[in-house]
């Protein structure tokens, strides 16, 4: 997606890396010596992916539907306008301008999810600005707003840009602003990405040892595992590095929205944004509670 702001993302996020450079940049973060070890062996690589193969978790899959248009107030759906109560004001950003509406998830449209509820609305919105109301994490509400409603009976459809869209700063391209796309949901498992704080630090400890290993075998192995495009449970997805480690947010380990590229959806360049929760504050259906973070290639 063109954006004239693109130079701030890549002074702040950095470029998009393979596994082996992900692993090095990790280690230079963590000022990790670069002195050679003993070679790697495949049976290490091979308990590494075992590893990870036994950290396998179920997500639930979302589906936005191109070509279909979601009616309902209380439907599932990518884009198009909330439902809403009447005699409720839409959110504003920081900036004045009305937040952008990403998506919303009607629990009770889902199979049964532990511990997401069994019931009820989840509305997700942004601040629409040049980095999406982001503050890498933001927290509290800062440039975003999850929203859980338990009786979904009163709302309309309500057009929250009232005085039109600004695209120049929206995730969405054709006619998303407008018109949403229902979400049919599919059960799945992932494994947790090469990015994870726990696996990245296991790959950084092979990587100080030996960087001739080849770690395009682990590449290899993460495709077709890492999830779908649009989700809810599993692990969070980072185009750079996890925003997490066992010092910091590590609670935060219940993906309550991930945004990959769904159809006519982009975070910057080719980007995800994720939507995390501490469990406590997922089973108290705590949603005001969440952080939320994006980033991008």
Same mark, same amino acid.
């Given at each position: ?113 532990? @511990?997401? &509820? ?7 919105? %942004?601040? !629409?600005? #040049? *980095?999406?109301?982001?503050?890498? +994490? ?21 057009? @929250?840009? &009232? ?7 929206? %995730?969405? !391209?054709? #006619? *998303?602003?407008?018109?949403?796309? +229902? ?115």
């Amino acid at each position: 997606m063109a954006n004239p702001f693109i130079w701030i993302l890549e002074k702040i996020l950095g470029p998009r890396m393979t596994t082996a450079e992900r692993i090095a940049h990790n280690k230079k973060q963590a000022g990790l010596d670069s002195g050679a070890g003993p070679p790697v062996t495949q049976d290490e690589l091979d308990q590494f992916k075992a590893r990870i193969l036994a950290m396998e978790a179920p997500v639930m899959a979302c589906h936005p539907q191109t070509g279909q248009t979601s009616s309902r107030p209380d439907e599932s759906r990518l884009g198009g306008w909330p439902g809403w109560p009447e005699d409720e004001d839409l959110p504003i950003g920081s900036n004045g301008k009305p937040m952008l509406f990403l998506a919303q998830i009607n629990f009770a449209e889902m199979p049964p999810f532990d @511990p997401f &509820p069994p019931a009820g609305l989840m509305q997700i919105f %942004v601040t !629409s600005d #040049d *980095l999406y109301g982001c503050n890498f +994490p933001s927290r509290n509400r800062e440039g975003f707003i999850v929203i859980y409603r338990a009786e979904t009976g009163k709302l309309q459809t309500i057009n @929250p840009y &009232p005085n039109d869209m600004d695209k120049d700063y929206s %995730v969405f !391209s054709g #006619d *998303l602003h407008e018109v949403g796309r +229902p979400i049919v949901f599919e059960t799945a498992t992932m494994v947790p990405p090469v990015e994870h704080y726990l696996i990245a630090a296991q790959g950084q400890a092979m990587w100080q040892r030996d960087r001739s290993t080849d770690f395009d075998q682990i590449d290899t192995f993460f495709e077709g595992r890492h999830g779908p495009a649009m989700y809810l449970g599993g692990y969070p997805r980072f185009t750079q590095d996890d925003i997490r480690s066992p010092d910091q947010l590590a609670d935060y380990d219940q993906v309550i929205m991930q945004f990959g590229a769904p159809p006519d959806m982009m975070w910057g360049d080719v980007g995800e944004a994720c939507f995390l929760m501490r469990l406590d504050d997922l089973q108290d259906r705590a949603f005001e509670k969440a952080i939320y973070n994006w980033d991008c290639s």
